[in-house]
């Protein structure tokens, strides 16, 4: 049938319903077990094992398929633990419940309540003695909807796409018990967990192009948060000297795989501590979420397999420019010489950036895709960190790692800068920049420069991208598939597309 003939239907059966005074939408049913409940217990447990048990079992549920054999059928109700099925027989329901049963559809929320039998082929099922509908669908769920390739309308539609495809439903329980491990393991390191303000009066704490709104109140402009890493040094300042935020940041940048504009990560600061006393704090936390999920260290993304055991390797950009992008030492310290291998291998660049901005532009492009296994990338240029320490040893370059896994970037962090004359320094460079223009540069915060002044002390700081993270742990190729509703264009633009 066409979508408006079954709705036809739906809505006939609807009326007939509504005609004998049965209750479309009733509040005062509470079931008294979940599947999870029934099958941990009752999953092992014989026909004579059942037979002997007195107590009678509720399930509320989605109404996923049905199995008519005129008198009697088999159905199968899914709540959030999983499925099961359930008998219905017209001589053991109520004439009431009966009716209700012939005007179902696949979608309805139903409630049966009845004991536990095996049927003829072993499966555990409940005998329904009492049925009630609990919400009517007026849309029938799509047919064909396993193994749907249009993954644009799964975004847009996620309840379909919970309701239809458990795995979905199971990468989402994951997300939650990753954040949950987390946070076990901050508190348990004596970190406290705080919240930052999300409207900002200026974009901080990262390079990204924000988005900007208006209070009408207080007659300001506030930019929706790109990091919380100002506010968080300001803690740390103030004597809370280990804190965490898991936050929602918000950049105004292009879609793709691994790239949301909105996104989920957890920044931590930990006074008297040094990026190289975050990687192993790093390499610890990860491999504890791992045991905790996979009972080991290594598993598999996308076809390749992924080994968390530590030590991690540890490569600095310029060694990896060396050994990896195949470029000449004395590139690494000649501007036009770089220029050259840019090009020659075709990475985009900005001829006027300097030498640090380029030499990071190829390592993007060449570099990253080939850090498959766990990788802590260390001395990144002064030029494309304008709030971390320089090297002691090396003043052009500051103490800062990124960690890579399967391609991708998965946390940055860095000793902190907390000299506010060099602070005053680079912000001043990257307004320079902005107006050379970078829209992405950092502005100037007297405020927090101010902060600075009053001392804070040495400190370490790292942000995880907690979507990334979890893509990694459910074996996710797109960073889509771990947001519950990530952002599309909408349908009435000129293409409903995404990069990738």
Known sequence: MEDNDLLKVRLEKIAALKATGIDLYPNDIKPQNTTSDIFSSFGDADSDALAQL???????????????????AFIKIQDRKGQ????????????????????????????????LFRTKTNELTIEAEELRL???AIRPLPEKWHGLTDVETRYRQRHLDLISNPSVKETFYRRSHIIRLIRQFMDQHDFLEVETPMMQPRAGGAMARPFKTHHNALDMDFYLRIAPELYLKRLVTGGLERVYEINRNFR???ISTFHNP?????EFYWAYSTYEDLMSFTEELFTEIAQNIFSG???????????????????SVMDALVQIAGMDTAALRDKAQAIVFAKKIGCPINESDQLGKILMAIFDEVVEKKLIQP?????????VSPLSRRSNSQPDLVDRFELYISGREIANAFS????????????????????????????MDEDYIHTLEYAMPPTAGEGIGIDRLVMLFTDSASIRDVILFPLLKDRQGTSDKVSQ
């Open 252 to 254: 105004n940048e292009g």
């Open 375 to 383: 990788t802590f990338i260390t001395h990144y240029p002064v030029a």
């Open 84 to 115: 099961i099925q359930s008998y219905i027989a017209k001589n053991i329901l109520s004439e009431e419940a009966y009716f209700v049963f012939k005007k179902l559809d696949i979608g309805d929320i139903i409630y049966v309540s009845g004991k």
């Open 297 to 315: 260290l290594k598993f598999s993304y996308q076809g390749k397999e992924i080994d968390l055991t530590p030590p991690w390797r540890r490569l």
């Open 416 to 443: 902190e800068l907390n000299d506010p004359a060099d602070q005053r320094d680079r912000f001043e460079q990257q307004i320079k920049e902005r107006i050379a223009g970078n829209d992405e540069a950092h502005e």
């Open 262 to 266: 909105e996104f989920t990560m957890m």
């Open 54 to 72: 007195t107590q009678k079992f509720s399930i509320a549920g989605r109404l996923m398929a049905m199995r008519n054999f005129g008198k009697a």
């Open 134 to 136: 609990l919400s009517k």
